[in-house]
């Protein structure tokens, strides 16, 4: 949420401490005769879970990841590699915003590498809450998903260009962001952004072709679909229309995949819209209804 911030509380012009937190992160899931279950979960750093939920019942896992320090500094490396095994289904979300703070002069990018795996017939859902970008970030953000056959992948990623709430603009620095989807060796979807605050690229975040002034983009990514869902399309093309004035959502179909765009000025509604979209779309790709991660409601 793009909540102002108590004047003193953050600067965007401080210079964080001096030390990295490197982290990684390993968890799998497994289908077991009782449902299931989170059976390997190794960390380094502060990156971690405690435990698994069951509120949809024992077929479906959700887990909350944790990262203490909250943000990445100059140097920072998250590594997390994520795998639902045959017939497993996980939910995965995040209990706060994460940030990408002002870089440390010569102190290094900050990177944050996500690897998703879903075996056959197996679903996983990723669903992190946003990630804020500090003027003067060097942010790397690189997500790869391998698919096996009938597998399901439903995930977002939500990113605020600087504090829009406190008027602070993402006006230095640079942000690279790719996801990639692969299933039997085949590159399936390719997805990137560039944006260089200081260089041509930021025509991107202010022209009518790039992100029109808005600070806060999202995508949301689902599939793969069997046939082309052409009643689910409409229903969220529906929703798209019933956005604010400055703000939009758009959909389309990416072979089998189903991307939808958000853009506008506000990280809970970009959260909002694309649960009400998960509400739609998960009936149809998986045949189970939406339910949301209790820790959404605190």
């Not at 449902?35 to 077929?59: D, I, N, T």
């Not at 990630?131 to 990113?159: C, G, K």
């Not at 990639?180 to 997805?191: A, G, S, V």
Request: hydrophobic content about 40%; proline content about 6%; charged content about 20%.
């Amino acid at each position: 949420m793009n909540s102002p911030l108590k004047p003193g509380l953050i600067d965007a012009t401080i210079e964080p401490p001096c030390s990295t937190w490197n982290a990684r992160l390993h968890l799998e899931f497994a289908k077991r005769p009782r449902g299931v279950r989170l059976v390997k979960s190794e960390h380094e750093g502060p990156l971690y879970v405690q435990k698994a939920f069951y509120p949809e019942g024992p077929e479906c896992a959700h887990v909350y990841l944790l990262h203490p320090p909250g943000g990445l500094v100059s140097g920072d490396t998250l590594n997390i590699d994520i795998t639902a095994s045959e017939g497993a289904h996980a939910l995965i979300t995040t209990p706060g915003a994460g940030r990408v703070y002002n870089a440390r002069e010569k102190g290094g990018v900050q990177t944050q590498n996500l690897q998703l795996t879903v075996g056959h017939d197996a679903v996983l859902e990723f669903f992190p809450l946003e990630t804020i970008l500090f003027p003067n970030a060097q942010a790397r953000m690189h997500t790869r998903i391998d698919l096996a056959d009938r597998a399901s992948i439903i995930t977002w990623e939500v990113t605020c260009f600087g504090l829009p709430a406190n008027g602070v603009a993402f006006d230095s620095g640079s942000a690279v962001q790719s996801l990639k989807i692969w299933q039997n060796n085949r590159l399936m979807l390719n997805e990137g952004l560039v944006i260089d605050g200081e260089g041509e690229s930021a025509d991107l975040l202010n022209g009518n072709a790039g992100l029109r002034q808005r600070p806060v983009h999202g995508l949301m990514l689902a599939g793969p679909f069997d046939i082309e869902p052409v009643e689910l399309i409409e229903t969220l093309r529906l929703l798209a229309s019933q956005t604010g004035e400055k703000e939009w959502l758009a959909v389309s179909q990416n072979g089998a995949f189903l991307t939808v765009r958000y853009l506008g000025a506000c990280t809970e509604r970009a959260r909002k819209l694309f649960t009400l979209a998960w509400a739609s779309i998960r009936p149809e790709l998986i045949k189970k209804e939406s339910m949301e991660p209790r820790i959404w409601a605190t």
